[in-house]
């Protein structure tokens, strides 16, 4: 399996944006898939989670709580996580992640084995 992620870009403040993590090589129905973000000297971080199966369970880190939503469509093989009400504090490279079988560690990034490329995502003041 293969992770492309994109849509990043530069907004203004209190804008939206979504980024798209598309797969390749199977599908990621069932896998638990999250988003992480990089800020440019910082380490990278947990943003949101989407649990497999049929319903839609997810958790978020609190600064986002609100703002973002993490969702995916199946039939396009994609999962998405709309930025809204951003933030200069957003700015970031935000990397999707997945993994076969959800996770309670879901916010460490070394429980998951897929990792796409990433996409820059800039939220000017």
């Known amino acids: 399996v293969q992770l492309q992620a994109s849509g990043g870009g530069l907004v203004q403040a209190g804008g939206s944006l979504r980024v798209s993590c598309a797969a390749s090589?199977?599908?990621?129905?069932?896998?638990?898939m999250a988003w992480f973000r990089q800020a440019p000297g910082k380490r990278r971080e947990f943003v949101a989670v989407l649990r497999g199966g049929s319903g839609s369970v997810s958790y978020y880190t609190d600064s986002v709580k609100g703002r973002f939503t993490i969702s995916r469509d199946r039939a396009k093989n994609v999962v998405y996580l709309q930025m809204n009400s951003l933030k200069p504090e957003d700015t970031a490279v935000y990397y999707c992640?997945?993994?076969?079988?959800?996770?309670?560690?879901?916010?460490?990034?070394?429980?998951?084995?897929?990792w796409g490329q990433g996409t820059e995502v800039t939220v000017s003041s």
């Open positions: 992640a997945a993994r076969p079988v959800f996770n309670v560690q879901y916010r460490d990034e070394s429980v998951y084995d897929l």
């Open positions: 090589g199977r599908t990621v129905s069932t896998y638990t």
